[in-house]
């Protein structure tokens, strides 16, 4: 008898899928892991692969307690493929075979669309990876160490979450595209990853903490939307991703609350008021509130761009074929078909950024990009209160949905923060006044200095209010050199 629970270790690769059963797939899986391990020492974590970092590991899907803590050696960690449990009588919930039940196998009229879905979201994981690789380095404490080689693991079980997919759902091609998986590289001129955001640099802490925030919170609405899949398996595993995602998005947000709050302390101890003035703050080794808002304002961009245009037609395909839904799509209460509705899209009409009623099952894009501006904003807004409780006079602020993007309706304009559109010329001018200039950069990178003393702090972040796994703040959350 299958547990669906529990994770079966009597093969190389943990699991919850009877792979011991599966033979043909566990074979394949089994020539795809040793290219996954030379991935890992080449690309993942730089300068730790030896030391033993304190991590979770998947170990149930029971929501109750699904985790085990203890110390790891990374390439030893024991990444599995978890599917959370199947749900009797499932259908579909959305699209044009609403009211079907959901399919088990793949639908051979889909299969191409389904396929690139999975090679989609499969290329994000590792690309993170490689994109935060050098972040060990600069630490600013063994907790934040841990935090990061974390949320790096998971992502490289999310890799095999996909592969998984591929290998038992999509034959040679299934396979082929899980080898390409591992020979993209982040950033790499000719094998580039798929998407935009996951070819930039993730240059420094600030970065990761704005990255895990913003990008990973991507990540949850897509996967959200995936969890309402059609196709079963893909619904199952997106699901179980999920739990972990939650971890990840917390790195992010109390991250970048602690660096706020650090600088706010400092910034009252030496009695200086204005945020503004950024030569007296930054003497006090601590990041200035202005330079955390440009921060702000070059991830959020470059993460809206990850929801595609506006409007859509491969949106409108995938919900059509009940392969991608709305987020919470079935506690929406309306005909899960979009057929007559509309959805009010932001556009650019003659000059004029204005909202437009487009067609809803075109618009799916827009939506689920608006659904991902309210989270984000309810972050800020804690972000804000500890700002507010330092007693600092500051705020930190969205920038317009025009602002510096690549993809979409205003890929071709520039408009300031506050979404007021900008000639060529006077963009060049204030570009630096919106994001990181390069002397903002290297000030960012004069502050990261490792900090590797079990319980000591970088100055440029406050320590966090609880460690990991209900441990104390001078644990030794990395041992280095054992
Ligand atoms: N960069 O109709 P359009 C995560 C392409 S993050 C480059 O506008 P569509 C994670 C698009 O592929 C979640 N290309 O968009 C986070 C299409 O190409 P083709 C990842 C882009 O298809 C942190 C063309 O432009 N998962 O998990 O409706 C750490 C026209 O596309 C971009 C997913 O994204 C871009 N930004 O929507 C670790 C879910 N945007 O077909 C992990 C799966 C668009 O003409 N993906 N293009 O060659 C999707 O649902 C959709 O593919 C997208 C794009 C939402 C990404
Ligand atoms: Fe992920
Ligand atoms: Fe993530």
Redesign the pocket.
């Known amino acids: 008898m299958l547990d669906l629970i529990n994770v079966d270790y009597s093969t190389q690769i943990p699991n919850n899928v009877g792979l011991a059963e599966d033979r043909q797939v566990l074979r394949g899986l089994e020539r795809w892991h040793p290219g996954y391990l030379d991935w890992w020492k080449d690309m993942g974590p730089e300068g730790f692969q030896e030391s033993l970092v304190y991590l979770r590991t998947a170990v149930s899907v029971d929501p109750k307690g699904w985790a085990k803590f203890d110390y790891v050696r990374m390439p030893e960690y024991r990444w599995g493929v978890l599917l959370a449990p199947q749900e009797e009588g499932r259908k579909v919930n959305f699209g044009q075979h609403i009211g079907e039940p959901a399919w088990q196998e793949v639908p051979g009229e889909y299969r191409a669309m389904l396929r ?2 999975i090679v ?2 499969g290329d ?2 590792p ?2 990876v490689e994109q935060q690789r050098h972040l060990g380095k600069t630490a600013p404490s063994l907790y934040d160490m841990r935090n990061l080689f974390q949320v790096n693991v998971e ?1 490289g079980r ?1 890799l095999w979450a996909m592969v998984y997919l591929l290998h038992k759902y999509f034959g040679r091609d299934g396979r082929e595209e899980a080898e390409e998986l591992l020979r993209r590289r982040s950033g790499d001129a000719d094998h580039p990853r ?5 070819n930039e640099a993730t240059p420094d802490w600030l970065s990761f903490f704005m ?2 925030f913003f ?2 919170r ?2 949850k ?3 959200e ?2 969890a309402q899949s059609g196709f079963d398996p893909l619904s199952r595993t997106c699901r179980f991703m999920l739990t972990e995602e939650a971890h ?1 998005m917390f790195v992010g947000e109390t991250g970048v609350g602690r660096v706020i709050e650090r600088t706010c302390k400092a910034m009252k101890e030496a009695g200086i008021e204005d945020p503004n003035d950024l030569t007296k703050i930054r003497a006090l080794g601590v990041i200035d509130l202005p330079t955390v808002q440009k921060k702000l304002n070059t991830h959020y961009p470059l993460t809206l ?5 506006e409007i ?4 409108a395909n ?1 919900y059509n074929a009940g392969l ?1 839904g709305r987020f919470e799509e079935t506690k929406i209460d309306d005909d899960h078909r979009l057929t007559e509705s509309t959805y009010p899209v932001l556009k650019l009409v003659n000059g004029e950024i204005r909202n437009v009623d487009e067609p809803a099952l075109t618009a799916l ?1 827009m939506r689920l990009r608006d659904d991902y501006t309210n989270d984000c904003a309810k972050g800020v807004e804690r972000w804000n209160k500890i700002i507010a409780k330092e007693g600092v006079n500051f705020r930190l602020e969205l920038p317009h949905v025009a602002f510096n993007r ?3 309706e205003f890929r071709d304009v520039h408009a300031t923060p506050s979404g007021v559109l900008l000639s060529d010329g006077d963009w060049a001018k204030a570009r630096d006044s919106y994001l990181p200039s390069s002397s903002d950069g290297e000030f960012i990178e004069s502050l990261m200095q490792p900090q590797t003393e079990p319980g000591k702090y970088a100055g440029w972040i406050a320590p966090p209010r609880i460690g990991i796994d209900s441990k104390s703040g001078e644990f030794e959350y990395v041992k280095i050199h054992e």
């Open positions: 690139r879905l989609i979201q994000t994981e690309a993170s992502e999310h798929m998407l935009g955001a996951f990255f895990t990008t990973d991507d990540g609405m897509q996967l939307s995936l990840h761009d990850l929801f595609g245009s859509s037609t491969n949106a995938f991608k894009n690549q993809i979409g």
